[in-house]
């Protein structure tokens, strides 16, 4: 336990420090909501990918990939591919560009004046202000139950201080505060985690022996799951199987590409100042993605190995079937007590940085986006800040009663939810704001609504996961869902997206477009 207080103790005065330079170097909105819009290439590819990766991957999916195998991979793959390159290069120069031309401070705003709509503004800060608060739920979950499996407190207890502790840090230090912590806790996730990865594969043998020897316990995998398209822990499930459509479409794509309209990421490409610090800073990003997501989804199908020559089990069984334990179980049963004092504050790290992102995100979201566009017309720092900071505590008081309320190993499903949301409501309307000017107002507004209200139908009535967890289609129709296999396994995304799109070309080339004076000056830097 001195392990842990000295770590804990080091860790925070650190934090605190950053923080307080946040707060001093804070004096305009701009400073407050986007960093002065001056962070250096590393700066901002650390802290993109420290809020982007959180106890959501390292927990959550680190336990999943224990239960569903190496498949899982290719969501580090995605992160890589769709969240590093195609984000930077497709969308993040012209976020930024088209961003400061209309002098826009969060994601809403700059759909909002982009497509020069308020309502586009507002429902937009909405959709974010009560949704959000499930992702931020999912990643305080991963670590209270760590502080749960370690520290031996009660996970109430450790969900609650630890969602006090982020909203301190959060609402003294703006987004500087938010991002230079985010880097000092980027630094710990990379050195810690590729350390676990290290030393699993080590005391497997290497990766050839740990493979193999984890192939031969396949026979372990549940006859339920077999049954389901489960082919072992070093193989993909079966194509077309349950489980396939289940992990490909929810676990995979609907977080490698939701990643495309996450606003709490979305809003980092305008805090640079220019398209030289964004292409300095895509090596950097992808190598850490590589670094921690590497680690989860490899270390977390390994555990098998680990478990089953401990105790002739696998790591799910010897979590009690809850999958949110299975990396804290791991660290606590096979690494000296140091280390997993040391694992406890890169989970801190890694929950506190993505925590500080989502909760900024929702105090603006409040404040800037809904608020300004409806009561407040000022502007000033001292009613932004208020109003921010308002929401911030409001976002806190409904990511601890979600914490409390969802069931155990939601951490994962938790997270898909909310990326797959903001990918079939955002992504259409991001992508055409930054390159077809005659995406109309009207186009945008259908496209969100359909993508919004689709998403949310299929998850209500259609996706098991979610509709079974629920109950209304249960409680009006008699059934857990209204469609079987494979449907029931399709996620809501798969479905809403492309939908979205097709609405928002058909509307935008029967509707009247953005006037030429505006186009001009939204894509004046182009």
């Not at 316990?217 to 349950?242: D, K, Q, Y």
């Not at 077809?436 to 996961?465: D, I, N, Q």
């Amino acid at each position: 336990m001195i392990y842990l207080v000295i770590f804990i103790l080091l860790y925070l005065l650190v934090m605190l420090y950053l923080s307080y330079l946040g707060h001093r170097r804070t004096v305009t909105v701009s400073d407050y909501l986007l960093a002065g819009r001056q962070s250096h290439p590393f700066t901002m590819a650390l802290s993109y990918v420290s809020t982007a990766i959180s106890t959501s991957a390292i927990i959550g999916f680190g336990g999943i990939s224990a239960v569903y195998g190496f498949g899982m991979i290719w969501l580090a793959f995605l992160n890589i591919l769709v969240g590093v390159w195609l984000s930077y290069v497709v969308f993040g120069k012209r976020t930024r560009k088209i961003g400061k031309a209309l002098d826009a401070h969060t994601f809403p705003e700059l759909l909002g004046r982009r497509y020069q709509s308020r309502f586009i503004q507002g429902f937009s800060g909405l959709v974010i202000f009560f949704f959000m608060p499930f992702y931020a739920a999912a990643v305080l979950i991963g670590i209270s139950r760590f502080l749960e499996v370690y520290v031996k407190i009660p996970f109430s207890t450790a969900l609650l201080g630890f969602s006090l502790l982020t909203a301190c840090f959060v609402i003294w230090g703006g987004l500087k505060g938010v991002i230079y912590t985010s880097v000092f806790q980027g630094v710990i996730m990379i050195v810690v985690t590729a350390a676990i990865g290290i030393t699993t594969y080590t005391s497997a043998g290497g990766m050839a022996a740990a493979h193999q020897s984890l192939s031969g316990i396949s026979s372990l995998v549940p006859s339920s799951f077999s049954e389901a398209g489960h082919r072992g822990f070093t193989a993909m499930p079966e194509m077309g199987s349950s489980i396939w459509w289940y992990v490909v479409t929810t676990l995979i794509m609907g977080v490698g590409i939701g990643v495309l309209g996450q606003p709490q990421l979305n809003v980092r490409f305008m805090t640079v100042k220019s398209d030289r610090e964004l292409n300095r800073s895509i090596p950097f990003a992808a190598l850490f993605y590589l670094c921690i997501t590497g680690m989860a989804f490899t270390v977390g199908p390994l555990t098998n190995l680990f478990f089953y020559e401990a105790s002739g089990t696998t790591s799910l069984l010897a979590a009690g079937g809850n999958i949110d334990k299975i990396i804290p179980l791991y660290v606590d049963h096979f690494y000296p007590p140091w280390f997993a004092a040391l694992f406890l504050v890169t989970l801190m790290a890694a929950a506190m940085s993505t925590n500080s992102g989502q909760m900024h995100t929702l105090g603006t979201s409040l404040s800037r986006d809904f608020f300004e566009q409806t009561l407040l017309r000022g502007r000033s720092i001292v009613e932004t800040t208020v109003v921010t900071r308002i929401g911030i505590v409001f976002a806190i008081l409904a990511t601890l009663f979600l914490g409390f309320v969802l069931p155990e190993s939601i951490v994962a499903i938790a997270t898909a939810f909310f990326f797959g949301l903001c990918g079939a409501t955002f992504i259409p309307s991001y992508l055409f704001a930054l390159y077809w000017r005659r995406g109309t107002a009207a186009g945008a507004k259908a496209s969100m609504l359909c993508g919004f209200g689709l998403s949310l139908c299929w998850m209500l009535f259609f996706h098991e996961v979610e509709a079974r967890a629920i109950g209304l289609c249960r409680a009006l129709c008699g059934k857990d869902v209204l469609l079987g296999l494979p449907w029931s396994m399709v996620d809501p995304q798969v479905i809403a997206l492309p939908v979205a799109f097709l609405v928002f070309v058909v509307v935008s080339l029967l509707t009247k477009p953005v006037g030429e004076e505006k186009l001009r000056q939204a894509y004046r830097h182009v």
